[in-house]
Nanobody, 120 residues
Framework: QVQLVESGGGLVQAGASLRLSCAAS????????MGWFRQAPGKERELLAAIGHGTSTYYLGSVRDRFAISRDNAKNTVYLQMNSLKPEDTAVYYC??????????????WGQGTQVTVSS
């Protein structure tokens, strides 16, 4: 069983930056596809970014030029660097892991979520 714990969320002003961290168990970041999701009130959960078993990455078009996913296998941690934050980025952000390839829609393990709020 995989354990995931997110951290780094908070309240920031528009234009600011945040880096979210996802600490994982069982060498997860090197053996699983890792993804970052978010869910805003009244909206469905959406995949923002993912990194595969190798070096391939995926980004949702609306965040592609502002967000970056990375991993540190030695620390068993995945990061989401978020720059130029906008009020519409306000949501609960989740880390997730999947045994499927990059592009999968099926994620098997989830963190508890961390709140990101961006003020105007």
């Amino acid at each position: 069983q995989v354990q995931l714990v997110e951290s780094g969320g908070g309240l920031v002003q528009a234009g600011a930056s945040l880096r979210l961290s996802c600490a994982a168990s069982e060498r997860t970041v090197s053996r699983y596809t890792m993804g970052w999701f978010r869910q805003a009130p009244g909206k469905e959960r959406e995949l923002l970014a993912a990194i595969g078993h190798g070096t391939s990455t995926y980004y949702l078009g609306s965040v592609r030029d502002r967000f970056a996913i990375s991993r540190d296998n030695a620390k068993n941690t995945v990061y989401l660097q978020m720059n130029s934050l906008k009020p519409e980025d306000t949501a609960v952000y989740y880390c997730a892991a999947s045994l499927g390839p990059l592009g999968t829609r099926s994620y098997d393990y989830w963190g508890q979520g961390t709140q990101v709020t961006v003020s105007s």
